[in-house]
């Protein structure tokens, strides 16, 4: 019901920002909760950045450098990441959560992000 794409990703260097963006095929106004999540090789997929109704959360790794945002009229989510470190270096997902008709989850096919001099 939901297919996502992610862009936005590349090598930045330690310091640096790059912003993710989330293209949903249709309103994200109904969907539940919107999230980024990433995972580097041999880890597990971990959850970064949470957007629903009114509220956000976050990672404690990445709190007050990243942001999560979203434009509701361009079904679009974004990831703000500044002040970027070696250890943020993942594949990043977007991920779409709906509770009706059933509940599910999509993903989109994922964004490299590496941070490296």
């Known amino acids: 019901q939901v297919q996502l794409v992610e862009s936005g990703g590349g090598l930045v260097q330690p310091g640096g920002s790059l912003r993710l963006s989330c293209a949903a095929s249709?309103?994200?106004?109904?969907?539940?909760?919107m999230a980024w999540y990433r995972q580097a090789p041999g880890k597990h997929r971990e959850l970064v950045a949470t957007i629903s109704g009114g509220w956000t959360n976050y990672t404690d790794s990445v709190k007050g450098r990243f942001t999560i945002s979203r434009d509701n009229a361009k079904n679009t989510v974004y990831l703000q990441m500044n002040s970027l470190k070696p250890e943020d270096t993942a594949v990043y997902y977007c991920n779409a959560r709906t509770v009706v008709p059933v509940p599910n989850d999509y993903w989109g096919q994922g964004t490299q992000v590496t941070v490296s001099s």
């Open positions: 249709r309103s994200i106004f109904s969907i539940y909760a």
